[in-house]
């Protein structure tokens, strides 16, 4: 089975600019997480998507919003970018985001200028 | 509120050596504890997942042990190689389900 793949993979962007990230989880995969990670605050959760609808919610301001398909697929959005959005973001996905493993992308790594 | 902690924050071992991990939690309300990999620059990769109800897995050179009362988890690593080189992460998912809680790792050097 393929794995958990993220696109792009890199992204430079300015600041007050949006950017869309995708995610596309393991098939038969049909719940979706997203993760920030910085060396400052280490890994932190951002949302977590199952058919189709937002089921947690990390401690993020709303200019952090995603959303999933019928097909799982998951995009994350950001508007208008700070400096401090520069991280590595990655998703993870698992079956049904009950108590089973969780299988993450190679992550995209967005930088703010 | 969960905290996640791992102890060192850092391991330099020569080549061959048995090595440690720490991982303690503050909330033992947890659905499980999952040790993960993450070379430089790059996604995380599953090591090993201990449901609550368990004390270890194991894979290969790896044991993970889960002492839920205590708040602690330890990654056992056998027989240490240079490829072992990379940082480790502890996360826990919690009763609220869906949201794993992360340490902030620990980097492993290992000397050939």
């Known amino acids: 089975k393929a794995g958990v793949t993220q696109t792009p993979r890199y992204l430079i962007k300015t600041r007050g600019q949006q950017v869309t990230l995708s995610c596309s989880p393991i098939s038969g995969h049909r719940s979706v997480s997203w993760y920030q990670q910085t060396p400052g605050q280490g890994l932190q959760f951002l949302f977590e998507y199952f058919s189709e609808t937002q089921r947690n919610k990390g401690n993020f301001p709303g200019r952090f919003s995603g959303r999933q398909f019928s097909n799982s697929r998951s995009e994350m959005n950001v508007s208008t970018l700070e400096l401090g959005d520069s991280a590595l973001y990655l998703c993870a996905s698992s079956l049904v985001g009950g108590a089973e493993t969780q299988y993450f992308g190679p992550g995209t790594r967005l930088l703010v200028l | 509120k969960q905290e996640v902690t791992q102890i060192p924050a850092a391991l330099s071992v020569p080549e061959g050596e048995n090595l440690v991990l720490n991982c303690s939690f503050t909330?033992?309300?947890?659905?499980?504890l999952q040790w993960f990999r993450q070379d430089p620059g790059k996604g995380l990769t599953s090591l090993l997942l201990?449901?609550?109800?368990?004390r270890e897995q194991t894979s290969g050179r790896l044991n993970a042990s889960l002492d839920k009362s205590s708040g602690r988890s330890t990654l056992y690593i056998a027989a240490s190689q240079p490829g072992d080189s990379a940082t480790y992460l502890c996360a826990v998912l919690g009763n609220q389900g869906g949201k794993l809680i992360f340490g902030q790792g620990t980097e492993l050097s290992v000397k050939p």
């Open positions: 909330d033992s309300a947890i659905y499980n």
């Open positions: 201990i449901q609550s109800s368990q």
